[in-house]
């Protein structure tokens, strides 16, 4: 079955320090990967995605994300935190089975103390 | 430019009733999404047009419907609505060619509670 998991329901970081959020799938053939940032009370927007080559993909906000073949994992990460990068964070993957389903990992709060 | 607006923001129903959840996107895009969001559970689909006219099942339909009223908007109906259906509901829609080659575009969602 294809799943996505997002082992930590949350993350700490100080301010300043580089952060990572974990995402790790399963789906047969190539995976079309993406990572989404939802702020308190709002809807989800798109961080960046991962369809095809480079593995180290750049985004929104100053993220980026490093697609792990071998070790099925696409991790959300940013060189140095801020405290408004708190949100909750979901990585996500398209269902191969269909161009118009994404399977969901479960989120991670991310919380920036200063 | 006001993206993707969902209405209501908030609503409180009791065993039975039914409602509509309204969505309308203006940025010409061909797919539409209707999904929930639970706590743990992420985002789970539960109905998506892929572009005006048609309309297809996702994940957990049960106990929905929708209709493709026009290119701009996609309604969600709770016909007899259930405690189970306590969620809050967010609106999507993407460019043509679905989810695989570009983004998805969120509402700001609507928090719906049933008693």
């Known amino acids: 079955a294809q799943s996505v998991a997002q082992p930590e329901d949350q993350v700490n970081v100080a301010e300043g320090n580089p952060l990572t959020v974990k995402c790790t799938y399963s789906?047969?053939?190539?995976?079309?990967l993406f990572w989404y940032v939802q702020y308190p009370n709002r809807g989800l927007q798109f961080l960046l995605k991962?369809?095809?080559?480079d593995n180290l993909v750049k985004g929104s906000y100053g993220f980026e994300a490093e697609f792990n073949k071998s070790q099925t994992s696409f991790h959300l990460k940013k060189p140095s935190a801020l405290v408004s990068d708190s949100a909750l964070y979901f990585c996500a993957v398209r269902d191969t089975g269909s161009n118009y389903q994404l399977i969901w990992g479960a989120g991670t709060k991310l919380i920036i103390k200063p | 430019n006001a993206g993707v607006t969902q209405t209501p923001k908030f609503q409180v129903l009791k065993t039975g009733q039914s409602m509509t959840l309204q969505c309308a996107q203006d940025m010409n895009h061909n797919s539409m999404y209707w999904y929930r969001q639970d706590p743990g559970m992420g985002l789970r689909l539960i109905y998506y047009?892929?572009?005006?006219?048609?309309?297809d099942k996702g994940e957990v339909p049960n106990g929905y419907n929708v209709s493709r009223l026009n290119k701009r908007e996609f309604s969600l109906r709770l016909e007899s609505a259930a405690p189970s259906q306590t969620s809050v509901y967010f609106c999507?829609?993407?460019?043509?060619?679905?989810?695989?080659?570009?983004?998805?575009?969120f509402g700001e969602g609507s928090r719906l509670t049933v008693l």
């Open positions: 789906v047969s053939g190539n995976p079309y």
């Open positions: 047009s892929a572009s005006e006219g048609t309309t």
């Open positions: 991962y369809i095809t080559g």
């Open positions: 999507a829609s993407s460019e043509a060619g679905g989810v695989g080659t570009g983004e998805l575009f």
